[in-house]
């Protein structure tokens, strides 16, 4: 069995490769001025990768959002064991969606000046 420490560090190095995938997608797949669609695509992808899944005390794994979600839906009790990672899921890509417009909005004024 693993430590919370070792749950921890799993988590971080998820997180590195997630943001510098982000990033990635950014410097490939988008315009050099990044624009409002092109910033919600890339905080909603940005929100569904970096979304956690807080499991409850019975739980003994830590994982991400996503992948709790993919896994309980196919091999697990089906849909309604992963509904509140779903829930942790569609929270993380709105708020993801919604930062990642404003940081468009925002670099658009600074390279418009």
Do not use: D, H, K
Request: proline residues 4%; positive net charge; glycine residues 12%.
């Amino acid at each position: 069995m693993l430590t919370i420490q070792s749950y921890l560090t799993a988590m971080l190095i998820y997180w590195v490769a997630a943001m510098i995938g982000v990033v990635l997608m950014r410097r490939l797949w988008f315009a050099t001025p990044l624009n409002s669609l092109g910033g919600v695509t890339l905080g909603l992808i940005a929100g569904v990768l970096l979304a956690p899944a807080f499991p409850g005390p019975e739980v003994q794994s830590m994982a991400p959002a996503l992948i709790v979600v993919v896994f309980n839906t196919l091999f697990g009790e089906g849909f309604e064991s992963a509904f509140s990672g779903a829930l942790w899921l569609l929270g993380g890509a709105l708020s993801g969606a919604v930062a990642g417009f404003f940081w468009a909005r925002r670099q658009a004024r600074r390279t418009s000046l």
